[in-house]
């Protein structure tokens, strides 16, 4: 096995992301959301979980309706 390693993590997560893959897009959403491997950045969250939705990954879009529902990152918006 490897050394568990957030920050490793979330780096493959961004290169997988940034790659346009909606499972990494989500992931790295998820770093910025809690602050794993990243430092905490709610808008940052957001913008994963937005990119990750509009390629129809259904997590990713539940992550986003949560992050509108509760203000996580955005206004709250419980038509968004």
Request: net charge negative; with cysteine.
């Amino acid at each position: 096995g490897v050394t568990q390693s957030l920050t490793q993590a979330a780096e493959w997560y961004h290169k997988s992301a940034e790659n346009g893959f909606p499972s990494g897009q989500n992931h790295l959403g998820q770093c910025y959301q809690y602050g794993r491997g990243v430092g905490l950045d709610l808008p940052q969250a957001v913008g994963w979980y937005t990119k990750s939705g509009e390629l129809g990954f259904a997590i990713a879009q539940n992550n986003l309706g949560m992050c509108y529902q509760y203000g996580w990152g955005v206004e709250v918006s419980l038509e968004q």
